[in-house]
Every structure is written in structure tokens, then in C-alpha cells.
């Protein structure tokens, strides 16, 4: 579904603009970064590796229990109730303040305590990243495409940046960030309008619709999160496969979200994404087969290319997912906890199997080309299999098509339009007048007939929250707050205009000079 326009008055008079106001996701990611990859002083016996090893299979395997449990228990939270949102935000705020000081203290005191640590942290960041995404779906304008890429940007200059800081500072650093991403975050919902503050309230939820490119999208996702934790789990304290710890990757990130920054920073409307879902998966490969090669700095770029190509598809699953929901009226919290706990899920899977695949046959020289091939292979296979169909991340391409449904419409736009040419002139009037776009002119005639939004829904074939957009801007530019109030001036100006005609009639009988006999 396109981005709703909105004009630079309006935009610009916010105290938080989307570029960086919403950068609070991106703080989420730098602190998910840090817990990830950040070295810390460590208990006496475990190596590095070991210690990145058990944190990353922690905090995946708690993301992925935390998304699911969350997202199901928080499915009934509506947006407008600010005091429970704002008091579980300030929980989990407090939870990953705890656990990044307990995590810091903790690789010191024992492994016991790091897990303790880790599993807070996990909690944290699985209900304020739900928050952050489901406010990009209950928006009442889609700031997603933006938003998540100037993230990623943030993201990962924070991470980048807090590797040269002295220990301290970046201890500091670590534990102010959920903080900090918790407060932009309680922030901006008093601040942009959301959709559950539309007086025509929520839509009717169309999973069946939404079933068939949510589970191409996520199983995708999946693949490709299995694979890059599989060769990311390659390590031991003499050799790593892939060094994805290393800084110069995460800046992979960057150059990510610069890209969709900067394509959805251009226009108003959503982008050709296709081009860039093509260049990620050619990345990918691209990535996978220079990682087997020890050449010097082949394993650095390998790494930095499938580090970038990740993180496009991870953003342009989120954008996609909650495109989904907004055109299908989803529940965000339930379809985007599910999508992201089986993407972590298969993250500790892989960092599982690829460190006991390289405990056991690390001095095997085929292992690294075997990992390569099966990965390029399954997603190849993916790709061919899954996404033929799919049009570049257009949600609402996958609305029904069925004939009935097209013949009901083409009868009912039929219809509308021989109703809409009686009274041209007035809806041309009130079209003007109040600068209605396009698409909210032909809502706005069938609206001044007197139909819903489900007949709307059929005759422009288009989805049931798209309509009720329409609808809500029709009135907010209208200043108006019901269909009555709508009729009302519609009917208004109608007799209004039959009186200048009227008059203009008379007029036009009283001026005009009596006619010459030749």
C-alpha cells in the first residue's frame, strides 16, 4: 500500500520529524548490535568466541520466545490506551537497563549471570521493538520505509562508534540505549496521529488474503537468518569463518539503510523495491561464495556483503509485513511477533548447528564450500519456488481478484459513475475547493451518494483500511465529522449552485435584446 502524501506544513510543525524522531528503532538495533558483538572483560577460562557464542544463542533463542509471547499476549492493547502502552514501555525500558549493567558485571561474576542477563535483555528489546513496529502500522501515515532505513543507518554508527570508545564510556553507552529508545518511542505516540484515533474505527481483518505473502516473505527470511547464523556459529578462539564481529561489517548496515533512505526519501509514494530485493539476494550468493576462500581480507568482504544484503531483506521484510497489515487491517503485534520470533528462532538454530558442525569437522577443507553450496542452493530454491508471483512488495496487489468480485465492481463503478455525471459541476466544485487528491474524489462521489465504506471497498476495489484513510482525510480536510455532516454540505452546495443557475438564467431571459424582424 502507497504512502499516504502529507503536506511540508504539516510535517515540518512537528517537534519530531520521521527522519529523526522515528531514528528510535535504530537506537534498538545499535543496542542489539552491541549485545550481540561487543567484547567484554570475562570471566577466567572463556575465550571471546565462547562468550559471543553463548550470547548470541541466548538473546536469538529469548527474541524468539519473547516476539511470540508477547505478541499474542499484547494483541488486544490498543494504540489510544496510552497508560498501559507507556507503563509497559517503562518496564521493559527498566528490564534492558538492568540487564546491560547485570551483562557488564556479569561476564566477570560467571556464565551463569551473563544468561541471566542476556534472557533480560531479550524480554526488552522484544516488547519495545514490538511497540516500535506496531506504532509504524498504526501510523496514520506509513513512515515505515523511511524510518526503518534511517535506523539501520543509526544503528549501525552507534554500534560502530561505541568499539573505539574507552570501556567505560561504551559500558555507559550500552546502558542508557533502551533508555533512550524507550523515551522516543512513549514520546512520538503523543506526538503523530495514529490510526486507532480514525472516528470510524478498526477494519475487518483479512488473513485469508494475507496468508500466501506473508509466508513467502517470512519463510525467506527464515532461510536466509539460518544461513547467516549457521556461518556466524563457524568460530573458535584459532579461526572464525565469518567475521561478522568485526566493525567494518556492521557498517554494512549503513550502507543499507542509505539506500532505501534515500529511495524512499524522494517521492511520497512507495518506490520500485524490486531492483533492491534483487541486488540483496545477489549480494547474498555473492557473500556465500567468497566465504569459503581465506585470501587476505576475501573473508572481511564476504562478511560486509552478506552483513548489508541481510539487513535490506530484513528491512524490507518489516516494511512488507506491516504493508500487510495496514492493507488487511492484521493485528500488528501477532503476524509481526510471529514473523520475527521464527526469524531469531532460525538464528539460534544456525549459530547452534554451525558451531557444532565446526566443532566437529573444522579441519575438514570441504566443510566451508559444502555450508556455501547447500545455502545458495535452498535459497535459490526459495526464490524460484515462493516469489515468482509476488509484484515488488505491493501488499495490496494480493487483495482477491475473483470474477464475481470484478464484475460486482465494474457494475457498482458503473453505477457510481452514471450518478457521478448528473452533478459534475458540484463535485467538481467541492473537489477543488477542498483539495482533494484523485482517489479521495471518487471516494468523496460515491461518499456523497450515501454509500459505506464496504460498498466503497468493492466498487474501487480497493482495501478496507485504504478506504477508511481516504475517508478520514476526506473529513479532516472537509473539517467535518460524519457522513451527515458530509450530505449536509454537499446538499448545500448543490442547492446552491441550482440557484445561481437559476439566476443566471433569469438573467441571461432579461438582458437578452429582443430579436430583429428581417
Known sequence: ??????????????????????????????????????????????????????????????????????????????????????????????????????????????????????????ASEAILMLFWLRFYTETSENYSGISLGTSAVVGSLICFFTYHLTF???????????????????????????????????????WSSAR????????????????????????????????????????????????????????????NLGPVISLSLLMYIAGMMLMPFHAPYLPQIAAFLIMTSFIFYFILTLIFVIDLCRTFDLNATVYVGLNQALEYAMFALGIVAGNALWGEFSNVSSLPFAISFISIFVLCAITLFLTTERLPWEAAFYKP????????????????????????????????????????????????????????????????HTVKTHIYNIYRKMDIHSLQDLLDIFDAEEARCAQNQSCRGKGTTQDEPPTQAI
Open 212 to 271: 500466501k505473502p506473508y509466508w513467502k516473505t517470512t519463510f525467506q527470511l527464515m532461510a536466509m537468518a539460518l544461513f547467516f547464523g549457521m556461518v556466524q556459529g563457524c568460530n573458535s578462539p584459532k579461526m572464525t569463518l565469518l567475521p561478522a564481529a568485526d566493525p567494518i561489517t556492521v557498517l554494512g548496515a549503513a550502507l543499507a539503510g542509505i539506500v532505501l533512505f534515500a529511495m524512499f526519501s524522494k517521492s511520497a509514494h512507495k518506490p
Open 401 to 464: 481478484k475473483h470474477g464475481a468480485e470484478r464484475k460486482s465492481c465494474e457494475t457498482s463503478t458503473d453505477e457510481a459513475e452514471a450518478e457521478e455525471a448528473e452533478d459534475v459541476d458540484v463535485l467538481a466544485l467541492l473537489s477543488e475547493r477542498y483539495t482533494l487528491t484523485p482517489r479521495e474524489v471518487e471516494v468523496f462521489t460515491l461518499l456523497s451518494r450515501g454509500r459505506n465504506a464496504e460498498f466503497i471497498q468493492n466498487a474501487l476495489f480497493i482495501s478496507n
Open 168 to 206: 567505560e564510556v561504551s559500558v555507559f553507552v550500552l546502558v542508557i540505549l533502551p533508555l533512550a529508545s524507550g523515551a522516543l518511542l512513549i514520546t512520538l505516540t503523543r506526538d503523530i496521529p495514529l490510526r486507532s484515533n480514525d472516528p470510524l474505527g478498526f477494519g475487518i481483518s483479512d
Open 1 to 122: 500500500m502507497n504512502d499516504t502524501t502529507t503536506n511540508d506544513q504539516k510535517r515540518s510543525s512537528r517537534l519530531f520529524s520521521p527522519t529523526i524522531g522515528l531514528a528510535g528503532f535504530g537506537v534498538l538495533l545499535g543496542w542489539h548490535f552491541l549485545i550481540l558483538y561487543f567484547s567484554f572483560p570475562m570471566t577466567s577460562g572463556m575465550f571471546p568466541a565462547e562468550f559471543i557464542f553463548i550470547r548470541q544463542v541466548v538473546l536469538n533463542a529469548s527474541l524468539c520466545v519473547f516476539f511470540g509471547a508477547f505478541g499474542y499476549l499484547m494483541r488486544n492493547l490498543p494504540q489510544r490506551d496510552k497508560l498501559q502502552s507507556h507503563a509497559i514501555a517503562y518496564s521493559a525500558m527498566a528490564v534492558g537497563t538492568i540487564g546491560s549493567a547485570t551483562l557488564v558485571v556479569g561476564s566477570i561474576m560467571g556464565i551463569a549471570w551473563s544468561i541471566f542477563a542476556v534472557v533480560l535483555i531479550g
